[in-house]
């Protein structure tokens, strides 16, 4: 797979689709840090502010647009970025079923849309990876994402077979579009992976790694896939992706053991050494300094995490439908 797919992939997104937000009047919501959640909305009608933490310049939101947050940042709407913010809290209920929150009667803006939930020890280091917002206003990019969120709440609404997985397939390709697109228009100039993957010749060397994360890559043979000098490769690579080209090596295969650890009964050694560790020590010790803890700390925790998961989806298991428009609770943006 190429590097972005390979990304959501070990990401493993699930998508907890709801309906809307109606808010009117004057209005300013805070909505924390989430680790394990992207959001994709499209604005259906009215408008709106959006600010990001880390990000210094406001998002003015308009009928038509869609936006993405994909990094898990905290985040304000508000119809005045001016007004003192409440918490989300005092809006938005437990996540139970979907519906519209209404704020102030609604009319001003009404948002709809997916949340995904995301799993996995190295979540916060993939979600870290993405960029803060991304932003689609134009026209043309806009049809696709608009169709998917009608069609999930068509299929979830009329509760036809299979209804479920098409439209967590549909919230799926919603996400990898927005990130394609913002790809495509080299959008990302901050520095991170995301910033990497914008660069063309850079994509190249990332995508050959991605390909064959086990071969004993030298920086020679990167930057000749990219097409540059060494030392103009690894100049241009630290600076956008804020780490060495060995550096992000290491960081990918790291994520990669983690999702073995976490998802099959291969051992340690036969981990590392299939990751390009010849040396169990060398594996262990990347390990610990990619994710704190060592291979064998991390399977036990995730497995006793596994198994807390699974009783308390025993205990309780609830079902998120956006179809019920006319709901007067929801989880629209929590």
């Keep these: ?19 809307g937000f109606d808010a009117g009047g004057d ?10 959640v992207i959001k994709c909305y499209s604005i259906v009608s009215g408008g709106c502010w959006l600010s990001i933490e880390g990000r210094s310049d406001p998002v003015r939101l308009n009928a038509g647009d869609c936006f993405v947050l ?17 918490p989300s809290s005092a809006f ?14 609604g009319g001003g803006v009404f948002l709809a849309g997916s949340r995904f939930t995301v799993s996995g020890g190295h979540a916060a280091v993939l979600m870290g990876m993405m960029p803060p917002v991304v932003h689609i206003d134009k026209e043309s990019e806009q049809t696709a994402l608009r169709w998917a969120i009608d069609r999930m709440r068509q299929e ?11 439209a967590q397939h549909l919230a799926h390709m919603m996400l990898l579009q927005a990130l394609r697109l913002h790809l495509a228009e080299g959008a990302d100039k901050g520095t991170g992976w995301f910033a990497a993957l914008a660069d063309k010749q850079l994509c190249a060397a990332i995508s050959a790694i991605h390909a064959d994360p086990a071969r004993r890559w ?14 103009s490769f690894a100049q241009r690579f630290k600076e956008a992706a804020g780490e060495t080209p060995m550096e992000y090596l290491t960081r990918w295969r790291i994520l990669l053991a983690s999702d073995r650890l976490e998802n099959s009964s291969d051992t340690v050694s036969v981990i ?41 989806a025993m ?13 007067s609770q929801g989880a629209a943006m929590q």
């Design 27 to 36: 209005w300013s919501i805070y909505f924390p840090i989430k680790h394990d």
């Design 218 to 231: 030298t920086l020679k043979e990167l930057a000749s896939i990219a097409a540059m000098s060494r030392s």
């Design 315 to 327: 205990r309780s298991h609830t079902q998120i439908d956006i179809g019920r428009v006319s709901s």
């Design 70 to 86: 994909p990094s898990g940042r905290p985040f304000r709407l508000a119809s005045d970025l001016r007004l003192m913010s409440e």
């Design 92 to 105: 938005f209920p437990p996540a139970e079923r979907g519906g519209v929150v209404t704020v102030n009667g």
């Design 272 to 312: 590392g050494h299939s990751l390009g560790y010849e040396a169990e020590g060398a594996f262990i010790a990347a390990f610990k300094r990619i994710m704190g803890c060592t291979p064998r700390q991390y399977g036990h925790r995730k497995s006793a995490s596994r198994v807390d998961g699974e009783q308390a």
């Design 1 to 19: 797979m190429d590097p972005l797919s390979d990304a959501l992939s070990l990401l493993k997104p699930q998508s907890h689709v709801s309906s």
């Design 156 to 166: 979830l609404r009329e509760q036809q077979p299979g209804g479920s997985l098409v």
